[in-house]
């Protein structure tokens, strides 16, 4: 089969490859239909997140069942499935308690406790990607949500069922945020854009977007309404965003992560209010120098975070989509072929093109 694949730091190619195969008698083979590439996946294009030659990427597929192991039950070939960026065995307490993505069973890396994910890497359990032309998926009866047989949604209506629409969702929900909450949303790539539509869905009396890419931020007032800073703009972003939230907002959600510049740890712990809550969704891979604890202590600022648990939200999330209670697709701005994935690739990571969300059609 033809999958992309790591080949260093910025370096990525589409190559034949073997294709997957049933290792375990609750795993599915899936044919992958579309794929999309998500911002964390720089992570491992620009070797912040150490990966070996031929790694193949990616975390947010979704497909046709081609074949399941002879303890799969609630699968059967031809069904369409989407594919969740946790791997959870169903079975284990976290799985059982709505924390997939601590999944005590779905990692066999022994240096790690975290739970397994798909093409993220030998830490997060070596589990080949989804940016190929087939998948294998372990714990198939738990690790992925079947589109319902007479569903007339669109691949790239519940595409983002994966990662993008159920990590924003648990974002906003775990940070507590209220009716009448200000909320500063740092980042308005595809999960900082989806949080703010959340946000609104929550009660928010204000959301406000941060970024330093304009196309991005021009996508977030028109599509969402927000309120937008460009942070390259302004000297002293932090100061500003506090005088302008009259004393801080009452939750702030950090959608960057580590590829972030030092000036998203400003900006979380000047611009949050006192009593506050910020909230760290982006991926944090790396130890953090210079966090800002002892303000946050003095300031009784709650910090939550963590890697969002999904597969319990992608039910009732695709409810949301079908009764058409929200539009995830408005993020797409490329639609590529497999064979297109390193010039897309390259446009995201440059933040060319007006790019927002690509999809790969294998």
């Known amino acids: 089969m033809k999958a992309l694949t790591y080949q260093g730091k910025e370096h990525v190619e589409v190559k034949e490859v ?12 899936i044919r992958i239909t579309a794929t999309g590439i998500c911002g964390s996946d720089l992570h491992l294009y620009k070797n912040g997140i ?10 947010e597929p979704m497909g046709i069942v081609e074949e399941t192991g002879s303890e799969v039950q609630s699968l059967k070939k031809g069904d369409r499935v989407v594919i969740p960026f ?36 030998k830490d997060n359990g070596n589990f080949p ?49 209220k ?27 204000r959301v406000i977007s941060v970024d330093q890419v304009p196309h991005r931020l021009e996508h977030a007032e028109r599509t969402n309404s927000v309120e937008t800073f460009n942070f390259t703009e ?3 972003i932090g100061k500003l965003l506090y005088d302008e939230t009259d004393g801080g907002a009452d939750v702030v959600i950090d959608c960057v992560g580590m590829d972030g ?34 303000d946050f202590f003095t300031r009784n600022v709650s910090v939550k975070m963590g890697q969002a648990p999904v597969i319990h939200l992608m039910p009732m999330l695709y409810q949301m989509v079908e009764q058409q209670e929200i539009d995830p697709t408005d993020i797409i701005t490329h639609k590529l072929s497999l064979a297109d994935a390193p010039r897309a690739y390259d446009i995201f990571d440059k933040k060319e093109d007006g790019n927002i969300k690509v999809i790969l059609k294998p």
Request: glycine letters at 10%; one cysteine or more.
């Open 18 to 29: 073997e294709a997957p195969r049933i290792q375990d008698a609750r795993d599915a083979i």
């Open 50 to 59: 150490p990966a070996a030659p031929d790694y193949i990427i990616g975390h």
């Open 86 to 121: 946790n791997i959870g065995c169903g079975e284990c307490f976290y799985c059982k308690h709505q924390m997939e993505s601590q999944c005590d069973e779905s990692n066999p890396n022994p240096h790690t406790d975290a739970g397994g994910l798909f093409g993220f890497s």
């Open 234 to 236: 302004h000297d002293e």
């Open 261 to 294: 510049t030092p000036l998203s740890k400003e900006k979380a712990s000047e611009a949050v209010r006192k009593f506050g809550t910020v909230q760290l969704t982006g991926a944090y891979i790396s130890q953090a120098d210079g966090f800002p604890l002892g």
């Open 179 to 205: 009716k009448g909450d200000t909320v500063l949303i740092l980042g308005a790539g595809p999960i900082g854009l989806m949080a703010q539509k959340f946000a609104w869905m929550k009660g928010a009396k």
């Open 129 to 177: 990607g989804g940016q190929a032309e087939y998948l294998r998926v372990p714990f198939a009866d738990f690790s992925s949500f079947k589109v319902p047989a007479d569903s007339e949604l669109k691949d790239e209506q519940v595409l983002f069922l994966s990662d993008v629409m159920p990590t924003a969702y648990w974002s906003v929900e775990h940070s507590g945020v």
